[in-house]
């Protein structure tokens, strides 16, 4: 995404072309920077050689699925929806990781019929109906076991999954416990040791904190692991406010773990694969003024686009067109759905507007289109993915008689 001739081009298509063939809000991809972030997280970790499994929740569209395929990537999913759709993209079972802390019992007739790699677990209930349902089919299924390392990632509170209060995996005691009873199961074989502390991590200080935690329930243990999922959460830059993750640091510290442990890393990234390849086009509808707020009413809303409301998560909001007529006021840019949590961002000194502009929320490719509903009766609005100058439909734009 650039400026050339102060009008906003994504790739080599100018953002205003867009809209005037397919409308407002529209979610619209750049494949050769989703490309390049693949190629960069694998440049990385290259002297691991981890296993990389995509978050599919972070973005489950079926074209964006295949595009990851095609460098070798896996999937992690949470649902059997997730799962199914990993598949039809081609994305081979033994590079599938189904997590969550409650699975359903057909979920799990439906990962051990695909035999997928790993089922990671979370509770000993959940182990006792997977051991079920293996000596039903005659089976050996493959699991992981999730450790809570009560490790706090220092991120939105409404992120965080690595601490003793979250619903997350295990503790070390419960953990240690059920490695015990299922050590010697007929039917399920513990193979991984699973964790993951959180999301928009943008240090890796916690990380630090979370391999000691491993290393030493390891060696309490004594059990041969045979993968250790490290989860995802690395952060990545929605404004100049937000630290770059050290991805170098990272990656010696986990070095530095395998000479301990010989094991197998998984990762399982999401936000930094895909966030920073998406923005939503979106029209200004109104512009409303009273004595203490002036608004920007703009056609996405909460339903488009869930992370503010839901997070209290930030995103740049630009022009479509630079101008230059700043207004040293404070715009507060909100849809037109019926809550007050309905809104994207409060800016001052943004340049002059008016109705019928188009603004561009920014990194919207985590979490956005996979987070979004049909509240208020909204259609979905339309993906788009953009390689060069070429254009291709990922998702048609919803209609009413769609849902009524």
Do not use: W
């Amino acid at each position: 995404m650039y400026f050339k001739k102060n009008k906003l081009f994504i790739e080599k298509v100018d953002a205003l072309k867009i809209v005037r063939k397919y409308g407002t809000p529209t979610y619209c991809y750049s494949l050769n920077r989703l490309r390049n972030n693949i190629r960069n997280f694998q440049r990385s970790f290259k002297s691991i050689s981890p296993l990389i499994c995509f978050s599919v929740k972070s973005n489950n569209n079926r074209q964006i699925l295949k595009e990851i395929k095609k460098f070798g990537v896996g999937a992690d999913v949470v649902s059997k929806g997730e799962m199914m759709q990993a598949l039809k993209a081609g994305i081979l079972p033994k590079k599938i990781v189904f997590s969550g802390v409650g699975k359903k019992t057909e979920e799990l007739k439906f990962a051990i019929e695909k035999k997928i790699l790993l089922i990671n677990t979370e509770s000993e209930s959940e182990i006792f109906e997977i051991e079920r349902l293996a000596k039903l089919k005659k089976k050996i299924v493959n699991i992981g076991i999730r450790l809570n390392p009560n490790i706090d990632a220092k991120t939105l509170k409404k992120i965080s999954t690595g601490k003793h209060e979250d619903k997350f995996g295990l503790t070390e005691k419960a953990f240690l416990n059920i490695l015990n009873k299922f050590e010697n199961s007929k039917y399920v074989k513990v193979k991984c040791l699973s964790v993951h502390i959180g999301s928009q991590i943008t240090d890796y200080k916690p990380y630090l904190k979370m391999l000691n935690v491993l290393d030493l329930i390891i060696k309490k243990s004594k059990y041969f692991f045979e993968y250790v999922d490290l989860g995802g959460g690395m952060g990545i830059q929605y404004d100049r406010k937000t630290k770059v993750f050290n991805y170098k640091k990272y990656n010696k510290i986990i070095k530095k773990f395998l000479k301990k442990h010989n094991v197998k890393i998984i990762f399982e990234p999401g936000r930094s694969i895909i966030a920073d390849t998406a923005i939503l086009l979106s029209s200004v509808i109104y512009i409303k003024k009273n004595k203490y707020k002036n608004f920007i009413i703009v056609d996405a809303a909460m339903n488009d686009f869930m992370r503010k409301a839901l997070y209290g998560a930030n995103h740049q909001i630009i022009p479509s067109i630079k101008n230059g007529r700043i207004l040293h006021k404070k715009f507060e840019f909100v849809g037109p759905i019926c809550e007050s949590t309905d809104k994207f961002s409060a800016i001052k000194n943004f340049q002059k507007l008016k109705e019928k502009d188009i603004i561009i929320i920014c990194d919207v490719g985590a979490y956005g289109t996979s987070l979004s509903s049909n509240y208020n009766l909204r259609p979905k609005p339309t993906e788009i993915l953009i390689k060069n100058s070429t254009i291709q439909i990922i998702n048609k734009r919803q209609s009413l008689n769609d849902l009524i």
